[in-house]
Structures are given as structure tokens and as C-alpha cells.
């Protein structure tokens, strides 16, 4: 590898089996991870050795390993502490406690890799024999026993973000109401109390994106305070929704033709919002230039 290359890092997700490993592995899939399921631990440098033939396209890697490798999982500790030796590796244990594990197992009505002609508490012990070597060399190791899959989630984004990192992202999108209404939105906002710039004979053929209209909208009774309230009440919910791991959400801002009033308000509302912590805001423009 060149020396001015940066090599992958690489996450090693382990644990017991329902204790989350698709929803951690799902929560660094969204933060952008490249994730493989179900790696055997003989396949980790290989793994290795593509990325780095991708020229950095694959900075950050996380491979799930588990009991389903069979004996070949047997391996992961050895390969893991060589791995050690020369890349950025570290690896995440997702444990619970028994009696959580065989309730679980239980919901979903599917029998432990492990327990063969057993009770599913036979395949739990079984598998934290297994398990014990490189639990005891993890570096991080999350207790699930009392976490909900978003509780989960939102700790492995805490864990694993990179500082300042976006964890929600808002589209702000204005719509003409006369085109329906959007199917894909969170919450929709009506400007159709304001006065229609379509109706002036010089703002008509223009759009929400120039000036003169921009001004003739926000100098409307209601405009400003309008935006300057709606995201007021929007910050909380951005707030939760990255508490909850919701990690995108979609804003409606709608007027008669999506050309002027909704397209002003959306542009507005967008640079608020882009204020909330956490937040990153992305503007579209369904219905403008059907007209």
C-alpha cells in the first residue's frame, strides 16, 4: 500500500445470537459502513486486501461474525489478533442476558444455531462458550438485555459517527397541491393562506427562486412568522427523530402549483432548520417547471 493511501478500518460485529447484530449492523450500514454479513473470520483479509485495491472506495468496513460460520468461527480470535498486529481493527460484542436471549428466541419462534436437539438455553450455553475468548478481547461491548432495537441503534451511532456527522437528514419539499398531494412525507405544511403571486401580472411567469417573488411572499402578513414558528416546532421532533434513529424524514411545503408561495417557504425553512444540531437539509422542488 502507498504511503499517502489510508488503510480501511475495519469493525469486527460479534455476540450472541439475538442480541442484535442486524439492527447494529443495519444502524452502520446508514452512517455509511460498507457491511458484510455472515463473513467467515478466515475471509477478514481478503476482505482486507480488496479494499485496499478499491483506492480508498471502502474506508470504513464492518463484518458480521458469528456462530453461523459453524467451526469455521472458531478461528475469529486468532485472526482477529493478527489482523491487530498491522490494521485498525476493533471489535464490537452485542451480549444480553439468558433469560432476555430465550424470550427473544421465543418471539420470533426460530430454534438457537446452537441447540440442536436442546432447549434453546442448551444453544445459549453452548455458544458463549464459544463466545468467550474474544468477548473477553472486544473493545467495545454493548449490554442489549434492556435496550429496544432504537435504543440499540442510536448507541452504535453514538459510538461509531464520526464527530459532527449528520445522523438525520431532512428533505424540505415544495409541492403544487393541484399535482396531489406527496405520498413519501413526514409532515405537510399548507401555504395557501398567503396572497398568490401567480395572481400579479409580473410575478406570475416568475418562479419561488428569484428575488422579486421571494420578497413579495415574505413580506406577506403571517409569512415570516409563519416559518419562524413552524421551525420552532420542528426542532424538537428533529431532535427525537435522532434519538429515535430515525435517520431521514421528509418535509412537505405545498401551494396551489408548487411554483412560488411553497418554493419560498421551503428554501426559508431549510436554512432554519439546517441549524438543529445533527441535522443535515436537503431542498427539492417537486412540481417546479411543470407549469
Not at 478500518?9 to 454479513?37: F, H, K, P, Q
Not at 476482505?47 to 453461523?68: E, F, Q, T, Y
Not at 398567503?194 to 411567469?205: C, Q
Request: glycine share 8%; aromatic share 6%; proline share 5%.
Amino acid at each position: 500500500m502507498a504511503e499517502d493511501e489510508v488503510a480501511s478500518e475495519i469493525l469486527i460485529v460479534t455476540g450472541m445470537s439475538g442480541a442484535g447484530r442486524t439492527t447494529a449492523a443495519n444502524a452502520l450500514e446508514d452512517l455509511d459502513w460498507y457491511v458484510v454479513d455472515n463473513l467467515p473470520p478466515q475471509m477478514l483479509r481478503p476482505l482486507l486486501d480488496i479494499s485496499d485495491l478499491a483506492a480508498g472506495a471502502l474506508p470504513k468496513i464492518a463484518a458480521v461474525v458469528d456462530v453461523r460460520g459453524r467451526d469455521l468461527f472458531r478461528e475469529l480470535p486468532a485472526v482477529a489478533s493478527s489482523l491487530r498486529a498491522a490494521r485498525q481493527v476493533r471489535v464490537l460484542f452485542l451480549d444480553a442476558s439468558d433469560d432476555v436471549l430465550v424470550r427473544r428466541f421465543e418471539s420470533v419462534r426460530r430454534p438457537h444455531p446452537l441447540q440442536g436437539d436442546g432447549t434453546i438455553l442448551d444453544g445459549i450455553r453452548r455458544e458463549r462458550e464459544r463466545l468467550a475468548a474474544i468477548r473477553e478481547s472486544a473493545d467495545v461491548l454493548i449490554d442489549t438485555s434492556a435496550l429496544n432495537i432504537h435504543q440499540l441503534a442510536t448507541r452504535v451511532v453514538d459510538l461509531f459517527s464520526e464527530e459532527g456527522e449528520a445522523r438525520h437528514t431532512v428533505t424540505v419539499m415544495s409541492f403544487g397541491f393541484k399535482y396531489g398531494l406527496p405520498t413519501d412525507v413526514d409532515l405537510v405544511a399548507d401555504m395557501r393562506f398567503l396572497p398568490n403571486p401567480f395572481w400579479i401580472p409580473e410575478l406570475k411567469g416568475l418562479t419561488g427562486e428569484e428575488e422579486p417573488v421571494r420578497e413579495f411572499v415574505l413580506g406577506q402578513t403571517g409569512a415570516r412568522e409563519f416559518i419562524d414558528a413552524y421551525a420552532a416546532a420542528l426542532h424538537p421532533v428533529l431532535e427525537g427523530y435522532q434519538r429515535e434513529n430515525k435517520r431521514h424524514s421528509v418535509v412537505a411545503v405545498g401551494c396551489t402549483g408548487g411554483k412560488h408561495r411553497s418554493v419560498v417557504t421551503a428554501v426559508e425553512l431549510a436554512a432554519r432548520l439546517a441549524e438543529v444540531p445533527g441535522v443535515a437539509v436537503r431542498v427539492k422542488h417537486r412540481d417546479l417547471g411543470r407549469e
